[in-house]
């Protein structure tokens, strides 16, 4: 694994899960297991935001991910997002997700990022990016945000 994908998305659907699972298929990762895993990048990993992506192995397959995730039912807006920063020793991913804007998601992910480099002080990191997803969520309805980094392709679970 040398290319760690960023993928954004959100859906809507008649229940949470359905609202998930619609904004996992918006950003391409619908028909796979998915591992969460904490949020450490290796060293020498690129992490290239693609939006989307597909054509990761067979559909069940395990995908090791860090996710942001928020649904919401009350209107408003519901948001997800992941800041990054890596350095030639490794690197970190921040998550942070809810029933709020995107601005308030992007401080949270943007303070914890540097409460991580704070925490690796002797690591040479880069400017940290970050990535936030944001919806409307009408009443009604359940709507989903996701941000997730992506390690790799699906791995066979049989």
Same mark, same amino acid.
Do not use: C
């Given at each position: 694994?040398?290319?760690?994908?960023?993928?954004?998305?959100?859906?809507?659907?008649?229940?949470a899960?359905? &609202?998930?699972?619609? #904004? $996992?298929a918006?950003?391409?990762?619908?028909?796979?297991?998915?591992v969460?895993?904490?949020?450490?990048?290796?060293?020498?990993?690129?992490?290239?935001?693609?939006?989307?992506? !597909?054509? $990761?192995?067979?559909?069940?397959g395990?995908? %090791?991910v860090?996710?942001?995730?928020?649904?919401?039912?009350?209107?408003?807006?519901?948001?997800?997002? @992941?800041?990054?920063?890596? &350095?030639? !020793?490794?690197? $970190?991913?921040?998550?942070?997700?809810?029933?709020? +804007?995107a601005?308030?998601?992007?401080?949270?992910?943007?303070?914890?990022?540097? #409460?991580?480099? !704070? @925490?690796? &002080?002797?690591?040479a990191?880069?400017?940290?990016?970050?990535?936030?997803?944001?919806?409307?969520? !009408?009443?009604?309805?359940? %709507?989903?945000?996701?941000?997730?980094?992506?390690?790799? +392709?699906?791995?066979? $679970?049989?």
């Open positions: 694994m040398d290319t760690i994908r960023v993928v954004w998305g959100s859906g809507t659907g008649p229940t899960m359905a &609202s998930y699972d619609a #904004a $996992l918006d950003a391409g990762v619908h028909n796979y297991n998915l969460t895993v904490s949020s450490m990048i290796p060293a020498g990993a690129d992490v290239e935001p693609v939006g989307t992506t !597909e054509g $990761l192995g067979a559909v069940g395990r995908l %090791t860090v996710e942001a995730r928020a649904t919401a039912t009350d209107p408003g807006h519901v948001s997800a997002g @992941l800041a990054w920063a890596q &350095s030639p !020793e490794g690197g $970190l991913f921040y998550e942070a997700a809810g029933p709020t +804007d601005a308030d998601v992007e401080e949270r992910v943007r303070q914890g990022v540097a #409460a991580g480099q !704070e @925490l690796r &002080s002797t690591w990191f880069g400017e940290p990016k970050v990535r936030v997803q944001s919806a409307a969520v !009408e009443p009604g309805t359940h %709507t989903t945000a996701v941000v997730l980094a992506v390690y790799g +392709d699906a791995d066979a $679970l049989v």
